[in-house]
């Protein structure tokens, strides 16, 4: 089970660092990523971190803002967001992943990301 935290409501160009937490078993040899749902959009991945070599994965529309890390000693997998936009408002999900896709099999409950002055 992933659970998602840090979510908030951030004025535009402010920063947010996502947390997401291993419960039930060790994040190590998984690759994992970041998700996102706007209102009334499709699910998106966001970012995807490999389990072993630290190869990253970014959206187009985060590059350059948004970083992706762990820590597998915490079993936890961070995203810092930077620079925020009222576009990247959403419910951020963290889960497995292959590049930007999602390979786990339900989500959790998410973490709400509000950008807004």
């Known amino acids: 089970q992933f659970v998602e935290s840090g979510g908030g409501l951030v004025q535009p160009g402010g920063s947010l660092r996502l947390s997401c937490a291993a419960s039930?078993?060790?994040?190590?040899?998984?690759?994992v990523g970041w998700f996102r749902q706007a209102p009334g959009k499709e699910r998106e991945g966001v970012s995807c971190?490999?389990?072993?070599?630290?190869?990253?994965y970014y959206a187009d529309s985060v590059k350059g803002r948004f970083t992706i890390s762990r820590d597998n000693a915490k079993n936890t997998v961070y995203l810092q967001m930077n620079s925020l936009t009222p576009e990247d408002t959403a419910v951020y999900y963290c889960?497995?992943?292959?590049?930007?896709?999602?390979?786990?099999?339900?989500w959790g409950q998410g973490t709400q990301v509000t950008v807004s002055s």
């Open positions: 889960g497995t992943c292959y590049g930007l896709g999602y390979t786990g099999d339900y």
């Open positions: 039930g078993f060790t994040l190590d040899y998984y690759a």
């Open positions: 971190i490999s389990s072993s070599d630290g190869i990253t």
